[in-house]
C-alpha cells in the first residue's frame, strides 16, 4: 500500500521559495503509469490543483501557478519536490501530495502540510 508523506517549512516569508517534499513509500514513482499530484486548499477555499509529475517525469501545472511552480522528483530517494517562488499570503494553505492512478483519478493522499506565509 502505498503511502506518501509531506514535509516542508510551516513558516515562509513573502517573496521566498517554498519547498515542499513528499517522500513516497510502498511503490516507486517510476511505476508505470501512475502521477504524482500536488493539492492545496486555503483557509475558506477548496481544493486547488497546482501540478503533477508523471512515471516518466514529465510535469505539467496549473496555467496560474505555472510560472512560479518547479515540480521535481528524486527516483534515488523516492520523492517527490515541489518549489513555488515569490509567495504571497495568498499561498497560504494546507499542500496535499497525492497519486493519480488508474484514470486519473486519486488512489492515495498524503495527511498535508500546513504552510503560513507571513512576515
Known amino acids: 500500500q502505498v503511502q506518501l508523506r509531506e514535509s516542508g517549512p510551516g513558516l515562509v516569508k513573502p517573496s521566498q521559495t517554498l519547498s515542499l517534499t513528499c517522500a513516497v513509500s510502498?511503490?516507486?514513482?517510476?511505476?508505470?503509469?501512475?502521477?504524482y499530484t500536488w493539492i492545496r486548499q486555503a483557509p475558506g477555499k477548496g481544493l486547488e490543483w497546482i501540478g503533477h509529475?508523471?512515471?516518466?517525469?514529465?510535469?505539467i501545472s496549473a496555467p496560474s501557478l505555472e510560472s512560479r511552480t518547479s515540480i521535481s522528483r528524486d527516483t534515488s530517494k523516492n520523492q517527490i519536490t515541489l518549489n513555488l517562488s515569490s509567495v504571497t499570503p495568498e499561498d497560504t494553505a494546507v499542500y496535499y501530495c497525492?497519486?493519480?492512478?488508474?484514470?486519473?483519478?486519486?488512489?492515495?493522499w498524503g495527511q498535508g502540510t500546513q504552510v503560513t506565509v507571513s512576515s
Open positions: 509529475i508523471t512515471y516518466v517525469g514529465d510535469t
Open positions: 510502498g511503490a516507486a514513482i517510476t511505476t508505470s503509469f501512475y502521477y
Open positions: 497525492a497519486r493519480k492512478g488508474i484514470g486519473l483519478l486519486i488512489d492515495s
